[in-house]
């Protein structure tokens, strides 16, 4: 299991980098100026780090609980990417339509356009961030803790 300070790393460099892809972006699609979506997408990036960092600790304690290991296959990893934005558009979509003043429907579009960006963005982060951070091995020393 990951240590704290690597579920940190993980979630902020995570935000950061999904922030500097979807400020401009968000801002062309949505013909919104980019300081209103900049906002959006800082309290999005702040409440996602929280959960990102939650969501994957309490998703890898059930992956040890029911499979007894963390090793993701493609197929756990799509339902790994669209689990958590499932949970992050319920979070923000209120948020969204009060700042931008928008109805909740537009407001739902927004938040799913983003949801979408973010499920191939986070399948595509994790996968790297795995490979370039490789998870520890759970097999061994019972007596190292992880969390």
């Known amino acids: 299991m990951r240590q704290t300070r690597d579920r ?11 922030l500097a892809l979807v400020t401009p972006l968000g801002a062309v699609a949505f013909n919104m100026p980019g300081q209103d979506i900049g906002v959006v997408g800082i309290v999005g ?11 994957n ?19 756990m990893r799509v339902f790994h990417s669209i689990l958590f934005e499932a949970g992050l558009l ?28 973010f499920v191939v963005y986070a399948f595509f982060f994790n996968w790297s961030y795995d490979r370039i951070f490789p998870i520890p091995s759970t097999q ?3 007596n190292t803790r992880s969390d």
């Open 140 to 142: 061994g020393d019972a």
């Open 45 to 55: 990036a702040t409440v996602a780090t929280g959960w990102n960092y939650l969501y």
């Open 8 to 18: 940190i790393r993980h979630a902020i460099s995570f935000e950061l980098i999904g």
């Open 57 to 75: 600790l309490l998703f890898d304690h059930a992956l040890l609980r029911t499979l007894g290991d963390l090793n993701k296959s493609m197929p």
């Open 90 to 117: 319920a979070i923000l979509l209120p948020f969204i339509a009060w700042y931008l003043s928008v109805s909740l429907l537009q407001a739902f579009w927004m938040d799913l356009s983003y949801a979408l960006f």
